[in-house]
């Protein structure tokens, strides 16, 4: 099918390629379909982009790339929710706050967004109780200098 993207202009996307979040993504539960699109070519960074509303984009990335001892529990909910079974299912993004210049970026490591590979779910999780922010420096080394 073909979408309409924030970044890339009208794209064709499988229909297995779109991921469902059954309650939406906090702040838009009107969402429910996305897919994720490479945004750079080494693909360290993706765009979860919206299948219905082309303005809808977020940047997103690996959070364990850049931040390698970033570690949770899902709570039973969201196993359920995203009706997982095995941790390969397993993927997880963070979502970026896209700042001028680049090396201000800040990654939200209090929300992960876990999508379950196999089935295609995918749910936005608030961590309650845990040390992460909204805004973490993903290039802590270059805004030192």
Same mark, same amino acid.
């Given at each position: 099918?073909? $979408? @309409?993207?924030? %970044?890339? /202009? !009208? ?15 906090? /702040? ?7 897919? !994720? $699109? =490479? ?16 303005? +809808? /984009?977020?940047? $997103?990335?690996? =959070?364990? *790339?850049?931040?390698?001892? %970033? ?15 095995? =941790?390969? @299912? ?26 379950? /590979?196999?089935?295609? +779910? ?9 040390? %992460? ?7 802590? @080394?270059?805004? *030192?200098?």
């Amino acid at each position: 099918m073909k $979408i @309409e993207t924030k %970044y890339h /202009g !009208v794209m064709e996307v499988s229909e297995q390629d779109v991921v469902t979040f059954p309650n939406g993504i906090p /702040g838009f539960n009107e969402e429910k379909q996305f897919t !994720v $699109i =490479p945004f750079s070519e080494d693909g360290v960074f993706q765009i979860l982009q919206s299948v219905s509303t082309s303005e +809808l /984009g977020f940047v $997103i990335t690996n =959070p364990f *790339a850049f931040f390698p001892d %970033y570690d949770f529990k899902l709570e039973n909910q969201a196993v359920e929710a995203l009706e997982l079974n095995a =941790p390969e @299912e397993v993927d997880v993004f963070t979502v970026l706050t896209v700042q001028e210049p680049f090396t201000r970026t800040t990654a939200n490591l209090q929300a992960p967004v876990v999508i379950n /590979g196999m089935k295609k +779910l995918g749910k936005q999780v608030i961590l309650s109780g845990s040390p %992460y922010l909204t805004k973490h420096k993903l290039f802590q @080394e270059a805004e *030192a200098k």
